[in-house]
């Protein structure tokens, strides 16, 4: 009797406890107090943020490091939020899951870099490149089997060393740009690549595990491999110290700009007007105007290798803002700097003569090789963004590398020669 009532009471401590054990609740916090860290810290700044569990979006500002305590006890939930993370130019984000948003991470057009995170449970996209680049790498993209792990449009990322798996497309790309995938294995995705043709994609050492299918455009390229991979095969080569990720962000920065497009602001002597000549490595394009009251007084496009005119034609958007589109689908053929536009733009809120007699050039633009031509007869006083300043017997011109929305400020004064 004394046993089976201690059998008893055993049952009904071990069934209490288990009640209990359920009715523990996570304990959450807001990303209130890991924004404000991010938004007092100087760029180029690392801010470290707790293990825990946080609910809400973050903004990583331009040069911010965002350090997580590691994606197995550091997570941030959107909550359904359209866009958890957004990256600022050259912002990182390692060590964190994210979860529970439509789009869980965007660069908003500028080079940023993702390690060692865990992305899921997204309703659209993972990663988001929309313009810009950036690397990502040594990531869990995981998917509810509907939505795309990466997306990048006029971008050309490197993706290196991921695990990619469950999402109706792994990395899907559109347009121009030449990203890279290097060593990621995509398991059970739907469509584990998609894009326009191998010709317009880098992949070397990626596998490719029950997939449905694995390259949308064709055969898979030499030196990637469909094959069933066993646990332990395939690893994320996690570990890195954030200065080696720094590294490589900034290693990576130099290849893929080249890649982009130039804009060359002609500053001529008189005030108002300049030339804005744009040079693609593709022959479709367009250019609009960043102020919407800007003239364009005149346009031509062609092509310098073949010395051929190309089709352009004037247009405004939805916002009444000026520009070119040159439309030259059946040109295939990419080289940097051959596909060229001349704009003459007549601006005087851009371009003039300031009340102290200084010669003032102000411009927004999200081409990352940034050229301004200095007016004979004057010299620079200040620029921003920093500019490498150049030149010839002839002319001096400053030469801008900076990806994502730039505000060029160039203040000259004019020579006086005795």
């Not at 993702?114 to 659209?124: G, V």
């Not at 002597?269 to 105007?289: D, K, N, Y």
């Not at 003459?344 to 102000?362: C, K, M, Q, V, W």
């Amino acid at each position: 009797m004394n046993k089976c009532i201690t059998t008893v009471a055993l049952l009904m401590l071990t069934s209490a406890l288990s009640s209990h054990a359920v009715e523990v609740t996570q304990v959450w916090n807001t990303t209130e107090d890991i924004q404000d860290r991010i938004d007092n810290a100087l760029p180029g700044a690392e801010v470290f943020v707790e293990a825990g569990l946080y609910r809400g979006t973050l903004t990583i500002k331009d040069g911010i490091t965002l350090v997580g305590a590691g994606d197995a006890v550091t997570t941030i939930d959107g909550d359904g939020a359209p866009e958890v993370i957004l990256f600022g130019k050259e912002s990182a984000l390692i060590g964190f899951t994210i979860r529970g948003g439509e789009v869980l991470a965007a660069n908003r057009g500028n080079f940023i870099g993702i390690f060692e995170c865990t992305f899921e449970d997204f309703a659209r996209i993972g990663i988001y490149f929309e313009g810009g680049s950036g690397v990502v790498a040594q990531n869990i993209l995981r998917g509810n089997g509907q939505s795309t792990a990466i997306l990048s449009i006029s971008a050309n990322p490197l993706i290196i060393n991921n695990l990619i798996e469950n999402n109706a497309i792994g990395f899907q790309w559109h347009h121009h740009m030449i990203p890279t995938l290097l060593g990621n294995l995509f398991l059970n995705n739907r469509v584990a690549v998609g894009g326009s043709s191998s010709s317009s994609i880098v992949m070397r050492g990626n596998l490719f595990d029950g997939n449905a299918v694995a390259t949308a455009f064709g055969p898979l390229p030499p030196g990637n491999e469909i094959k069933s991979v066993d646990i332990g095969e395939f690893v994320l080569q996690r570990g890195r110290p954030i200065r080696g990720y720094r590294d490589l962000m900034d290693t990576t920065y130099v290849e893929v700009i080249k890649d982009h497009p130039i804009i060359v602001y002609d500053l001529p002597q008189q005030a108002g007007s300049f030339s804005a000549i744009t040079l693609f490595p593709w022959a479709t394009f367009t250019v609009a105007a960043s102020a919407i009251d800007t003239r364009i007084a005149s346009f031509e496009a062609y092509d310098w290798v073949a010395d051929r005119a190309l089709n352009a034609v004037y247009q405004q958007d939805d916002a009444n803002r000026p520009s070119v589109r040159v439309f030259n689908p059946e040109l295939l053929e990419k080289m940097r700097e051959r596909y060229v536009l001349e704009n003459i733009y007549i601006h005087p809120a851009s371009y003039y003569d300031d009340e102290n007699g200084l010669r003032i050039f102000r411009r927004v633009t999200n081409v990352a090789q940034i050229e301004v031509m200095i007016p004979r007869g004057y010299r620079v006083v200040s620029s921003k963004p920093e500019a490498l300043v150049l030149g010839d017997q002839n002319r001096t011109w400053l030469s801008i590398h900076d990806l994502g929305f730039t505000d060029v400020e160039v203040i000259l004064e004019k020579v006086v020669t005795p």
